[in-house]
């Protein structure tokens, strides 16, 4: 049998054999096959090397992989690598860069969560369901916060039940009612995501703390908003402000004592309430990306605020470097305001004007109608203008807002209005969910400006709480 080799179209081989080549021959064409595929390896590695250079979340995991092998386990840097790959498809340097910020956040984030607790995994799956941004939870708040994911919630806005000024809200004493309030602050304080925000609407009311007598004789002026910020401040929370709502003229004709025009006669009444802003600062000392090159070799700068740990970038390739070969300075705060600022949040200059002063006059909610009918079903009613303020200044559309006392829902009305997801934990199911399922439905019924809504519930309550 013959061989007959066709020439190549380049006659690389110079010879054709109408016979079996020898062993001469063989031995040159192999070295010939060698040498081309030698050089097709150096095209294929330099071809490589150019993907490589143009790749740019490769040269972020170069520079950070020693950050991350120091910093979090083998597995856990596996996950990290496993969410990151799609970014090597990516050529737009600043989409990589948001896109990695994001990922390597919510990996942080994963890995704290790893030492929760007690979690009740039934409730984590329902807040985690997205397809229902109307979530009530029936339950004791204290309770079904533990059984919440630390930092889960972007933004808290309530009112507690004023101490003993409700049938539904009765203590022995003050000391045992601020007590449950501060294990509340604190579960609060784990499950609110770092550098968040508490609004928290209280009244100084007039009444008997209980403590030092029983008699008529001890009723005072109990100063709840101050008691109140100091407990969480003690917990951890940093105080930021407090906007005095002014509820308008009184009604009311006690304590005028309009017999006795005299000194020490004249009292006035209570016209407003406090409004209390509380920031949470967790100080984590995990480095984060700089925002501007998205590496993670950065160092530690000074805290801007208590617990609010600021960094700097020491990348020298970085794309942003002060005179001084200064690198970004920047802190998990700013990389979450700062890459929020578009079009999309934009508040209203209307609404900032209307909250400018940190005295804001809100007429109280109407709850009794002409046939002296209570139509909300609630005896302390919130008004929806402040978890509107709440959700409009602290929080990002999609993002989780929690009223651990949900009463008539009004936080979670205004938090589905305004395309977040609103949770409304509340105690009293037999006493509020009919009201509370009507005002939700009233709502969004014939609402021309909200898609569908589902009201997803979940019953955290044990049968002899039900019965209660």
């Known amino acids: 049998m013959s061989i007959k080799m ?19 021959q063989l031995q040159v064409i192999m070295q010939e096959v060698a040498d081309e595929a030698k050089e097709g390896k150096k095209i294929v590695e330099k071809l490589v090397l150019e993907n490589i250079k143009n790749d740019y979340f490769y040269k972020i995991w170069e520079i950070s992989e020693p950050y991350l092998i120091k910093e979090f386990k083998k597995k856990q840097i596996e996950v990290l690598h496993s969410k990151s790959l799609h970014l090597h498809e990516l050529s737009d340097i600043k989409d990589i860069i948001q896109k990695w910020t994001d990922i390597y956040v919510d990996f942080v984030k994963e890995v704290y969560q790893e030492d929760d607790k007690g979690l009740n995994n039934s409730l984590v799956n329902f807040i985690g369901n997205k397809n229902s941004n109307v979530k009530i939870v029936w339950g004791h ?46 579960e609060a304080y784990r499950v609110i995501d770092n550098h968040r925000v508490f609004v ?5 009311i007039f009444d008997n703390d209980n403590i030092s007598t029983t008699s008529t004789w001890g009723k005072r002026r109990i100063p709840l908003g101050a008691y109140f910020t100091k407990m ?12 005095i709502w002014d509820k308008g003229e009184v009604q009311s004709e006690r304590h005028k004592n309009g017999n006795k025009p005299y000194p020490f006669y004249q009292y006035p009444m209570n016209c407003y309430e406090h409004i209390l802003i509380f920031h949470k600062h967790r100080d984590d000392k ?3 990306p700089c925002p501007v090159c998205g590496c993670l070799k950065v160092n530690g700068n000074a805290m801007s605020e208590i617990g609010l740990r600021s960094w700097e970038c020491k990348n020298d390739e970085c794309f942003e470097r002060s005179k001084a070969n200064r690198g970004k300075r ?32 809100i007429n109280p909610v109407i709850k009794i109608n002409c046939k ?34 949900g009463g008539s829902f009004t936080s979670v009305i205004e938090a ?14 037999a006493m509020f969910r009919e009201a509370g399922i009507k005002n939700i439905n009233n709502a969004f019924q014939n609402n021309i400006f909200v898609d569908n809504f589902e009201i997803s519930e979940f019953n955290g309550l044990g049968v002899q709480d039900e019965q209660n």
């Not at 969480?232 to 906007?243: A, L, N």
């Open 6 to 24: 066709k020439p190549k179209v380049d006659m690389t081989y110079s010879s054709l054999w109408d016979s079996e080549p020898t062993d001469e």
């Open 141 to 186: 708040c204290l309770d079904m916060m533990k059984g919440m994911k630390s930092e889960s919630i972007h933004l808290m806005v309530t009112s507690p039940p004023y101490y003993n000024a409700r049938e539904y809200s009765h203590w022995k004493n003050l000391s045992e009612y601020l007590e449950d309030m501060r294990l509340i602050i604190r």
């Open 200 to 204: 928290f609407n209280v009244g100084d």
């Open 232 to 243: 969480f401040e003690e917990e951890g929370w940093t105080f930021v402000d407090d906007f």
């Open 286 to 288: 995990t480095k984060y």
């Open 330 to 361: 920047f802190s998990l705060k700013t990389i979450m305001t700062q890459g929020n600022q578009t079009q999309e949040h934009e508040i209203e200059k209307e609404f900032i004007t209307k909250w400018r002063r940190d005295i804001i006059k």
């Open 372 to 405: 002296g009918e209570n139509i909300l079903g609630h005896t302390a009613p919130f008004p929806p203008e402040i978890p509107e303020f709440a959700i409009k200044m602290f929080s990002y559309p999609g993002e989780y807002v929690l009223d651990p006392f």
């Open 416 to 429: 589905k209005k305004l395309n977040r997801i609103g949770i409304g934990i509340e105690l009293n199911k």
